[in-house]
């Protein structure tokens, strides 16, 4: 599994580059292995160094550690989200259950971030749920009476408050909801990797080639040495299915985005001047759009399913002319060369829009499949799934395991062609938020 590390990333290249980064040189035993150093593996190799300070753990990564989906996402730490699926008093019920895993998640990073003194631009913000359509009024109309009835505070607005609020006039209708928060999602990532407790061996560009049982003992086969452990957690999120893991329940699904460099003051001006914001679209596929906190414009309104290892510079710069268009239709008075950079990401999908979080062996956990929701769900099943290996419960985790369990998906061909042609559907109905 040979992820190719680029430096295309805005997010990733804010920040000094590490220097501190070791490869698996050797063969090694462990206690614990944790494959995939994201939120998710970042998440439970902290916990298990908290909980077992004397015993070794080794963290595993194919590419840079927090480098893959969770630098590269767009900041959003989601309390709600609209393309559920939700209609009836039953998948209200299955809709809680998923906002009360979003608040945990929430309440995981809060609570890294204030221990830990980190500055990952946390901004309690909110976000809005925006369209050019008035005729998704009655979406959002009916996605506010589901809010109001699990008590989140929201707002319908049209086309001359979100003026003033985002500096564009290409939304016609929208939903404010007040709990979302906006951050810096590789600010994020490495500061959960210069947090590391000291019993943590860190391995980057390292990909794993397969794994086995022997008896208790489980074997990892990298590019050239081995590692032997006791006890594994899966933590690769959008590469589970390439690594065999839950292969039926959950698929990787390529994104791509851009962003700008920061407006000049004409330019800020010009749009009113708005504090940073967030708007998540109404329709599935259309676009992801934010306005920084240093007045830059993000903006993700491609996916697709694409080998999930290396995107092409040609092929990203063939993306890279739908985030040109998108930010045209919002912001006409913008240069055309305003994109500074551009980049692809991996997100785990499943059928219904479920996790995976549980123990698939004696001795092996799994935890990913966040559905472009990883930051707080991430940090979260990170830290429990750790918990749930050790033996321990927690009511987060009778909370987690009372959420509806991911479907079966068909196999390949199949899937892909199913998948491809809802992507499609679903892109045309989405064609004018792009």
């Known amino acids: 599994?040979?992820?190719?590390?680029?430096?295309?990333?805005?997010?990733?290249?804010?920040l000094n580059p590490r220097s501190n980064i070791k490869l698996l040189e050797k063969n090694e035993e462990?206690?614990?292995?944790?494959?995939?150093?994201?939120?998710?593996?970042?998440?439970?190799?902290?916990?298990?160094?908290?909980?077992?300070?004397?015993?070794?753990?080794?963290?595993?990564?194919?590419?840079?550690?927090?480098?893959?989906?969770?630098?590269?996402?767009?900041?959003?730490l989601v309390d709600t989200t609209l393309n559920d699926g939700f209609t009836s008093n039953k998948e209200l019920e299955n809709y809680k259950k998923k906002t009360n895993i979003y608040k945990l998640g929430i309440e995981a990073v809060?609570?890294?971030?204030?221990?830990?003194?980190?500055?990952?631009?946390?901004?309690?913000?909110?976000k809005y749920f925006a369209s050019s359509k008035l005729e998704d009024q009655k979406i959002l109309e009916n996605f506010s009476v589901t809010l109001s009835k699990l008590g989140f505070e929201n707002k319908l607005l049209f086309n001359d408050d979100l003026v003033k609020k985002i500096g564009t006039n290409f939304y016609n209708i929208a939903l404010y909801t007040k709990g979302g928060i906006l951050l810096h999602p590789a600010k994020l990532a490495k500061a959960?990797?210069?947090?590391?407790?000291?019993?943590?061996?860190?391995?980057?560009?390292?990909?794993?080639?397969?794994?086995?049982?022997?008896?208790?003992?489980?074997?990892?086969?990298?590019?050239?040495?081995?590692?032997?452990?006791?006890?594994?957690?899966?933590?690769?999120?959008?590469?589970?299915?390439?690594?065999?893991?839950?292969s039926y329940y959950n698929f990787p699904i390529t994104l791509t985005a851009s962003m700008t460099r920061s407006l000049t003051d004409d330019e800020y001006k010009f749009i009113g001047e708005p504090k940073e914001?967030?708007?998540?679209?109404?329709?599935?596929?259309?676009?992801?759009?934010?306005m920084t906190k240093d007045r830059r414009i993000l903006i993700r309104?491609?996916?697709?399913?694409?080998?999930?290892?290396k995107m092409s510079q040609l092929e990203l710069k063939k993306r890279v002319l739908k985030h040109k268009i998108g930010i045209k239709k919002r912001f006409p008075h913008l240069p055309?060369?305003?994109?500074?950079?551009?980049?692809?990401?991996?997100?785990?999908?499943?059928?219904?829009?479920?996790?995976?979080?549980?123990?698939?062996?004696?001795?092996?956990?799994?935890?990913?499949?966040?559905n472009g929701s990883g930051i707080g769900a991430g940090t979260l099943f990170g830290e429990q799934i750790a918990l749930k290996a050790s033996g321990e419960n927690t009511k987060e985790i009778e909370i987690i395991e009372s959420r509806n369990k991911p479907t079966w998906l068909p196999p390949e061909p199949f899937?892909?062609?199913?998948?491809?042609?809802?992507?499609i559907y679903e892109r045309l109905r989405a064609k004018s938020e792009i």
Not at 197 to 213: A, C, D, G, R, T
Not at 231 to 242: E, H, P, R, V
Not at 277 to 290: D, E, F, Q, S, Y
Not at 359 to 366: M, P, Y
Request: charged share 20%.
């Open 415 to 423: 899937l892909s062609l199913g998948v491809k042609t809802r992507l």
């Open 277 to 290: 914001w967030g708007v998540l679209p109404v329709r599935p596929m259309g676009a992801t759009i934010r």
């Open 192 to 246: 959960m990797i210069d947090t590391l407790p000291k019993n943590i061996y860190l391995f980057e560009n390292s990909p794993l080639i397969k794994w086995k049982k022997n008896g208790d003992i489980i074997i990892c086969d990298f590019k050239k040495f081995k590692i032997k452990t006791n006890k594994m957690i899966f933590a690769s999120n959008g590469f589970l299915k390439s690594l065999g893991i839950r």
């Open 30 to 76: 462990c206690e614990w292995l944790i494959i995939g150093a994201g939120y998710t593996g970042l998440s439970a190799a902290r916990k298990l160094g908290e909980l077992f300070p004397h015993q070794k753990i080794i963290l595993v990564d194919a590419q840079l550690a927090g480098e893959g989906a969770s630098s590269r996402n767009s900041g959003y």
């Open 110 to 126: 809060k609570k890294f971030i204030k221990e830990y003194q980190v500055n990952c631009d946390w901004n309690e913000c909110g």
């Open 301 to 309: 309104n491609t996916a697709e399913v694409y080998d999930p290892f």
């Open 336 to 370: 055309d060369n305003i994109i500074k950079s551009s980049w692809s990401g991996i997100v785990s999908r499943s059928r219904n829009s479920s996790q995976i979080f549980e123990k698939i062996d004696q001795n092996i956990f799994v935890a990913g499949c966040y």
């Open 1 to 14: 599994m040979q992820v190719i590390n680029d430096n295309g990333c805005s997010w990733i290249n804010d």
